[in-house]
């Protein structure tokens, strides 16, 4: 059973185009992460959020943290080729903060 | 500065054999996580390191596998006896220490090697 289900798993847009990814899970999270992660290379961490409800925006990309902790969503908006990766989400829970859960990860193509 | 390092970044190897996978944590990073990535599967959490302790080995997939740390920093993951099923990347990462940055601080990956298992 995955904890996080991340959708779609594969996106293929154009240049300019805006974009939802998702986090979902039926457990409660004491905080979430999204990482990017490009070929060849590890995760590199994009955000946490810890509060649910909690909105954050770095340039182009939104995070938000649902109200039950539960799912998190990543919006970009006018996407550029250089935003083409793998998008991870993982969720820690309670005192094993450390133990992060990945979801699989959503594949976004961003075609010129 | 130098991030998180492992090698080899490839490794082919035949089934039976065993291999050691080695990372290089940032400097002064006393935690230390090891992952498993397998085509179309999220990272899978293997075990990780608090100094030279390993307080949570719950993620080790079998008793083939197991992972040692030397003097706060470099580790190594040794699988033994490969099979097929072992191929998959394999992911370290290190934290300045357990909790850090909030509750959840942020994990510096390195790029991986990528296991192969003829």
């Known amino acids: 059973t995955q904890l996080l289900e991340q959708s779609p798993q594969f996106l293929s847009i154009q240049e300019g185009e805006n974009l939802t990814v998702y986090c979902n899970s039926s457990?409660?999270?004491?905080?979430l992460q999204w990482y990017r992660q490009e070929p060849g290379e590890g995760p590199v961490l994009l955000v946490t959020?810890?509060?649910?409800?909690e909105v954050k925006k770095l340039k182009r990309l939104t995070f938000q943290f649902g109200d039950a902790r539960k799912d998190s969503s990543l919006h970009i908006t006018a996407a550029q080729p250089g935003d083409t990766g793998l998008y991870l989400c993982a969720g820690a829970r309670g005192r094993s903060n450390y133990k992060l859960t990945f979801g699989k990860g959503t594949l976004l193509t961003v075609n010129p | 500065g130098a991030g998180v390092s492992q090698s080899p970044s490839n490794k082919v190897t035949e089934k039976g054999k065993d291999v050691e996978l080695r990372c290089d944590p940032i400097s002064g990073h006393t935690a230390l996580y090891w992952y498993r990535q397998s085509l179309g599967q999220g990272l899978e959490f293997l075990i990780y390191f608090q100094g030279n302790s390993a307080p949570d080995k719950s993620g080790l997939p079998s008793d083939r596998f197991s992972a040692e740390r030397t003097g706060g920093s470099v580790s190594t993951l040794t699988i033994q006896r490969t099979q097929q099923e072992d191929s998959a990347v394999y992911l370290c990462?290190?934290?300045?220490?357990?909790?850090?940055?909030?509750?959840?601080?942020?994990?510096?990956f390195g790029p991986g090697t990528r296991l192969t298992v003829l």
């Open positions: 990462a290190s934290s300045p220490r357990l909790g850090t940055g909030g509750p959840t601080g942020e994990q510096f």
């Open positions: 457990s409660v999270f004491s905080s």
């Open positions: 959020v810890v509060t649910g409800g």
